[in-house]
Every structure is written in C-alpha cells, then in structure tokens.
T-cell receptor, first 114, second 113 residues
Framework: GAVVSQHPSWVICKSGTSVKIECRSLDFQATTMFWYRQFPKQSLMLMATSNEGSKATYEQGVEKDKFLINHASLTLSTLTVTSAHPEDSSFYIC??????????FGPGTRLTVL | AQTVTQSQPEMSVQEAETVTLSCTYDTSESDYYLFWYKQPPSRQMILVIRQEAYKQQNATENRFSVNFQKAAKSFSLKISDSQLGDAAMYFCAYQGGSEKLVFGKGTKLTVNP
C-alpha cells in the first residue's frame, strides 16, 4: 500500500516552454501533497504544500508564478514549470500524506531544459 | 526554525556488520515526529522508520532500529546485519505541527562485500 506515482519520470524540453508533472496517490486519498526539488548530491528542498481544493502554500524564495501547483482531487496534484529555463533543470519529487503524519514519496521526475 | 543535522556525510560498513547513523535536531516543539528515509540510486525515497516523540520506546523495523534520546534531541539509526541492498543515501527528517518535513543533508552509506 501507500504508492505514489509521478509522470513523466524524465522530460526534456526547450527553453521557454512549459512542462507539467503529475503526482498521483494510487491507493489512498491524500489530504496534503508536497513538492520538493533536489539538486545532485543534495538534500530535498520543499517548494510548496498543497491541499485539495485550495491554493498552494509556497516556501520562501519559490516563485509561485513560475511553479504552478494544482491539487484538483484527493489523488492528484500537478506541478507546471512555466517558461522553463536551463536553471530549472533538476529532480522534482512529490509526496502525499493520508493525514497520519507520514509522507509517501513518488519516484521523482528528472527535468532537463535545453 | 527547526533544523536537522547529520554530521556524517559518508559511512561504510562490512556486509553482515552493524552500523549507526547519527542525527540531531533542534526544536522548541514538544510534539513531533522523526523519520529516517532511504534514497537508493534510483532516487525513490523509501520510509525506513518512524518515531513519535511522545513515545519513549524506540521504534524498530526488522533490522532497523533507532535510539531516540528526546532530552538530547538525538535520533540515530542502527542497521544490523547490513546487506548490499542497504547501500543508499539516508536522510533524517523532522516533522512538527506544520506537517512539513525538514531534512538533514544526508549520509551516504556504502556496504562492502
């Protein structure tokens, strides 16, 4: 149980385009979903927290107009990187919480912006 | 703000031996949770063990156990009978009332055959 999927697992895009990453909780309802960014050989950095049906809460320094988060249902959250640039290239990880103070992580999405 | 410190960037252990990974944290909250996550080369974050701060008994999960010292704000992970598949990055994490996870910088564990 407690499986979280992410799609796509790897995406390459051209600079200036937008990319959408999906995060789904497959066997539980997620009251809260989180989006992280991880640079090579570094720890996870929380970008934003989203609750179903409400606006996401972004961490300090994260551009909300650049990283659009939508949590449309209790099993789906999406992260859209708008007007992507090479510096946005990174590993993006989502997690989902069923509300028991435990987060289950997706397998991550590697974004490369050319 | 809460902080999590993992003072060992890298550790190594012989297969079948025991290794302990260190973690300390700083918080003014009295009710919180502590976690150890494993991140193998696939980069999938895997929950290893979870500890509720109000529980005095140390959590155990098969070969994994913790030494939780609340007063000292210490939360170490012991891996017994180490296996090659245990090789990974291990992250200690804190979760307080906000539900956000605060991660340490991680410890890279190498298991030597």
């Amino acid at each position: 149980g407690a499986v979280v999927s992410q799609h796509p697992s790897w995406v390459i895009c051209k600079s200036g385009t937008s990319v959408k990453i999906e995060c789904r909780s497959l066997d539980f309802q997620a009251t809260t979903m989180f989006w992280y960014r991880q640079f090579p050989k570094q720890s996870l950095m929380l970008m934003a927290t989203s609750n179903e049906g409400s606006k996401a809460t972004y961490e300090q320094g994260v551009e909300k107009d650049k990283f659009l988060i939508n949590h449309a249902s209790l099993t789906l959250s999406t992260l859209t990187v708008t007007s992507a640039h090479p510096e946005d290239s990174s590993f993006y990880i989502c997690s989902a919480s069923p509300g028991v103070n435990t987060q289950y992580f997706g397998p991550g999405t590697r974004l490369t912006v050319l | 703000a809460q902080t999590v410190t993992q003072s060992q960037p890298e550790m190594s252990v012989q297969e079948a031996e025991t290794v302990t990974l260190s973690c300390t944290y700083d918080t003014s909250e009295s009710d919180y949770y502590l976690f150890w996550y494993k991140q193998p080369p696939s980069r999938q974050m895997i929950l290893v063990i979870r500890q509720e701060a109000y529980k005095q008994q140390n959590a155990t999960e098969n070969r994994f156990s913790v030494n939780f010292q609340k007063a000292a704000k210490s939360f170490s992970l012991k891996i017994s009978d180490s296996q090659l598949g245990d090789a990974a990055m291990y992250f200690c994490a804190y979760q307080g009332g906000s539900e956000k996870l605060v991660f340490g910088k991680g410890t890279k564990l190498t298991v030597n055959p």
